[in-house]
């Protein structure tokens, strides 16, 4: 066990990483994997969208009942108003709406189960939507959902605790055609995959 997570942690640090960097991939990749289990309860938002750096997208909202529990995850105002105005981003939006996080060695034993290169992969895919600001989780009241948003949450909507807690909403844009949607895991890496590849890879 002890010569594999020291192999693990070499593949995963390389030169100039620390174990800490090391733990923060694999939380990446576990964040990843999260999003990617949770795609198939989401809705599309936006049809038309942008990333930070101007690339074309579609937003996919995954709906969750912000439940006490959940609120205590961020400093969320009392006043509704005052919440429905406030937003989270990136790696905390995950967070935030309900992913897991990882003590040091939790995370180790994580990423012996995964393997190293997958996890250097998922993190990968991690990084490029934080570094394009595509992950972003609002509060919404029901009544203040668009109409399209919610005749898509449907009989979720008639939940009491919806009514009550009012609902978090995490977008997540991703670099995708209107016509190749395809809310699982497969599309949502091959979405990634795609524009990763055709980026210019940053100079040492």
């Known amino acids: 066990m002890i010569f594999r997570t020291l192999s693990l942690l070499r593949s995963l640090q390389g030169a100039h990483h620390t174990v800490n960097d090391a733990q923060a991939r694999i939380q990446q990749a576990c964040d990843y994997r999260w999003l ?35 609120r205590r995850g961020g400093r969320w105002p009392d006043a509704p108003d005052e919440r429905e105005a406030c937003f989270v981003e ?7 709406a309900g992913a897991p996080g990882y003590r ?26 934080v570094d394009r600001q595509a992950l972003r989780l ?3 009241r029901v009544e203040s959902l668009a109409p399209d948003l919610a005749g898509q949450l449907g009989y979720r909507l008639a939940a009491a605790d919806s009514e009550r807690h009012g609902l978090f909403l995490l977008e997540i844009r991703l670099p995708a055609a209107a016509s ?3 809310l699982n895991g497969e599309w949502l890496d091959r979405c990634l995959d795609r524009y990763r590849r055709i980026l210019p890879t940053p100079a040492d």
């Open 36 to 70: 990617r289990g949770q795609l198939a309860h989401g809705m599309i938002g936006a049809r038309e969208a942008r990333l930070a750096d101007g690339t074309p997208a579609v937003s996919v909202v995954l709906p969750f009942v912000a439940s006490p529990e959940r």
């Open 90 to 96: 990136g790696a905390h939006a995950c967070r935030a």
């Open 104 to 129: 040091k060695l939790e995370s180790l034993s994580r990423g012996l189960a995964e393997g190293g290169m997958a996890v250097l992969k998922d993190a990968a895919r991690f990084q490029y939507l």
């Open 138 to 140: 609002t509060w919404r």
């Open 180 to 182: 190749d949607i395809a």
